[in-house]
Each structure stands twice: as structure tokens, then as C-alpha cells.
């Protein structure tokens, strides 16, 4: 019987580094990028809809406060935002 894997969502406003921790995360049998923001607004909307396990979030957006998206996401369920 084959584990699910853990969704992880990344919000960085840094392309290089969204495609480095993504790139890093494939690497992981347990864990797969389910997706990807730049801005607080659009994390929200995505997270409220593919319901990931996990989200990385940077804390200093250039749109937005990283940990006040952080704590409005804790209402959708996510396992440990990070």
C-alpha cells in the first residue's frame, strides 16, 4: 500500500526561490509542490482551493505580510504552515 504524499505550497515573491525549493522538494518521495504564489492575495485564493497539507511561506512579502497570511491560512485547515 503506497503512502499519499504531503502537499506543500510555496509563497515567495523571489522567482529563483521558488523554483529552487520546488526543484529541492520533488527530490523528496514523501512531499510534492501542489503550487506556488508571489503575493499574499494570490496564495489565499490558491491554498483556500487545492487545500495543501503544508505551506513555506516568506515572511516579508513585497505584497502583503507573510505571517499575517500565515495566520488567515490556519482557518483552511493546513497541517503546519512553515
Known amino acids: 500500500m503506497s503512502k499519499s504524499k504531503a502537499k506543500i505550497f510555496l509563497v ?15 527530490q523528496q518521495p514523501g512531499l510534492v509542490v501542489c503550487g506556488e504564489a508571489a503575493t499574499a492575495s494570490e496564495a489565499l485564493q490558491a491554498i483556500s482551493t487545492l ?9 516579508s512579502l513585497q505584497s502583503g505580510s507573510g505571517l499575517e497570511l500565515i495566520r488567515i491560512s490556519r482557518g483552511f485547515g493546513l497541517r503546519s504552515p512553515l
Do not use: G, R, S, Y
Request: glycine content about 0%; hydrophobic content about 45%.
Open 51 to 59: 487545500k495543501p497539507d503544508i505551506a513555506i511561506v516568506d515572511i
Open 12 to 26: 515567495d515573491d523571489h522567482p529563483l526561490v521558488q523554483e529552487w525549493l520546488t526543484n529541492l522538494l520533488h
